[in-house]
């Protein structure tokens, strides 16, 4: 079974908003700390937002901060972003993650750090 399973990305223009998630069927959603990556053609995974188990303590990258919203519903183990006034640079393929360490501030951008990934869901920002 797949611990973790994006979905809800697609095509947009920029300025525009868009909301993907992420459904944990396979794990014991409540007890992890949880994120988003993304990943650019010809880049690197790159940190995007991270989220403690209880939802309370939430943390962006700069470059979304003020436009992006992660949230996490521990009832119906599902998480997600809110993605608003999208940018081109914002394409890319969307990840979801699972680990124990985000709380600490050197690991939580860290990909390694994480125990689950998802397969991905692609956003495309472009008129």
């Known amino acids: 079974q797949e611990q973790l399973v994006e979905s809800g990305g697609g095509f947009v223009q920029p300025g525009g908003s868009l909301r993907i998630s992420c459904a944990a069927p396979?794990?014991?959603?409540?007890?992890?700390?949880m994120a988003w990556f993304r990943q650019a053609p010809g880049k690197e995974r790159e940190f995007v937002a991270a989220?403690?188990?209880?939802?309370?303590?939430?943390w962006y990258a700069d470059s979304v901060k003020g436009r992006f919203v992660i949230s996490r519903d521990n009832a119906e183990n599902l998480l997600y972003l809110e993605m608003n006034s999208l940018k081109p640079e914002d394409t890319a393929d969307y990840y979801c993650?699972?680990?124990?360490?985000?709380?600490?501030?050197?690991?939580?951008?860290?990909?390694?750090?994480?125990?689950?990934w998802g397969q991905g869901t692609q956003v495309t920002v472009s008129s």
């Open positions: 989220i403690n188990a209880s939802g309370e303590g939430t």
């Open positions: 993650a699972a680990g124990y360490l985000i709380t600490y501030a050197s690991k939580r951008d860290v990909p390694s750090t994480y125990l689950y």
């Open positions: 396979g794990l014991t959603f409540s007890v992890y700390g």
